[in-house]
Structure formats: C-alpha cells, structure tokens
T-cell receptor, first 114, second 111 residues
Framework: AQKITQTQPGMFVQEKEAVTLDCTYDTSDPSYGLFWYKQPSSGEMIFLIYQGSYDQQNATEGRYSLNFQKARKSANLVISASQLGDSAMYFCAMRADSSYKLIFGSGTRLLVRP | SAVISQKPSRDICQRGTSLTIQCQVDSQVTMMFWYRQQPGQSLTLIAT?????????ESGFVIDKFPISRPNLTFSTLTVSNMSPEDSSIYLC????????FGQGTRLTVV
C-alpha cells in the first residue's frame, strides 16, 4: 500500500526567508513519482514540482526545489525567498508508475508573515 | 501541459437535488480522474473515467451517487446525486497524462 505523510499541519515563515515543508512516503513500487501542489483559498490545485524516483538530481522550478532522499523515503519541498503570495495549503502526493492514481498527504498550511 | 477547464466553479444547491460538473481538456487523454476534497481534508479519488467503458470507482464511492460520463477523449462529467450537506466539498477533475494537472475545481455547498 502507498502512503504519504505530512507531519506539519501548519508552518510560519518570515517574508524573504526560506522554508522547508516535510513529506515522507511509503511504497513498494520501484518506479514512482512525487508531486507538490499549492492550494490557495480559491481551491484550485496548482502543480509546483515533480520528482521521478529514478531521477538522479533534485528537481528545481524557480523558487521551488525538492529535497529528494530516496533511502529515507522523503521528498521535502523547499521554498526560497518566501513571498506573501506563498501563503496557502501545500500538498505532497505520490503516484506509482504502475497506476496513474495520486495519493495525497494531509497537507501543510503555510503562512508567510510580512 | 494540458489545459483543463472545469465548470461550474462553485454552486449552492438544495438537498435532494443533483449537480453535474463538467471537465473539458484541450487535448485527447485516455484517463480522467475525479477527486473530492471535503472541508479541511485532503483529496480522495472518487473514480477513474475511461472513454468507451464504465468508470472505475474507488472504495466508498458508488455509481448511483456519483454517475460519470465520458463521451469522448476530451470531456467528462461527474454528477453528485440526491445531495445532502455531507456532499459539500470541492470536486476536482485531473488528467494524469503529461504530468498530473487539475481543473480549477468546483466548490459545492449543499443547504
């Protein structure tokens, strides 16, 4: 069975600082992908970044980077230079390549302080 | 990446009625997923909509409550039937191909 765990229900960060959102996962599939999404109060799910299980390098997309530690089964999201607009819910998700279904963590609410 | 248009974006419905949510993709895709997000919760997969065959429902979801249509490779609908306040949620469609992108979501309130 697959499982995603986000242990931080809420996080605060000062504007312009960096923040790390934690995500651990469990799967028996050898090939899988890890995703991070941002959900503002509007409810839409905004794709941020993707990491494949066989990717050698950590994924980066602008201010977002994914700290992928395969042996520890962790895929933490790092947001650099936080902005007020980063305040939102953040979800980590996993998808085994044998199935296209996304399994989501419980989410972390990030609040950026001015 | 696929562009996914979902409508309505929000609605307030009376209990006992039904609402049909539409999801349109700008390219042909094999699979479309429907998710539900109850207030304060994470996303849960309702069903997989495959063109030309019956939808595949996850445990806890049944066709009578959430009938799904998939008439072609770019379009799907999800109906929430005989609604109760417990159905108040955000409903999202997703396309797994070319990544894992979502429509804008439908925020449903049942009164």
């Amino acid at each position: 069975a697959q499982k995603i765990t986000q242990t931080q229900p809420g996080m605060f960060v000062q504007e312009k600082e960096a923040v790390t959102l934690d995500c651990t996962y469990d799967t028996s599939d050898p090939s899988y992908g890890l995703f991070w999404y941002k959900q503002p109060s509007s409810g839409e799910m905004i794709f941020l970044i993707y990491q494949g299980s066989y990717d050698q390098q950590n994924a980066t997309e602008g201010r977002y980077s994914l700290n992928f530690q395969k042996a520890r089964k962790s895929a933490n999201l790092v947001i650099s230079a936080s902005q007020l607009g980063d305040s939102a819910m953040y979800f980590c998700a996993m998808r085994a390549d044998s199935s296209y279904k996304l399994i989501f963590g419980s989410g972390t609410r990030l609040l950026v302080r001015p | 990446s696929a562009v996914i248009s979902q409508k309505p974006s929000r609605d307030i419905c009376q209990r006992g009625t039904s609402l049909t949510i539409q999801c349109q993709v700008d390219s042909q895709v094999t699979m479309m997923f429907w998710y539900r997000q109850q207030p304060g919760q994470s996303l849960t997969l309702i069903a997989t909509a495959n063109q030309g065959s019956e939808a595949t429902y996850e445990s806890g979801f049944v066709i009578d409550k959430f009938p799904i249509s998939r008439p072609n490779l770019t379009f799907s609908t999800l109906t929430v039937s005989n609604m109760s306040p417990e159905d108040s949620s955000i409903y999202l469609c997703s396309v797994p191909e070319q990544g894992a992108f979502f429509g804008q979501g439908t925020r449903l309130t049942v009164v």
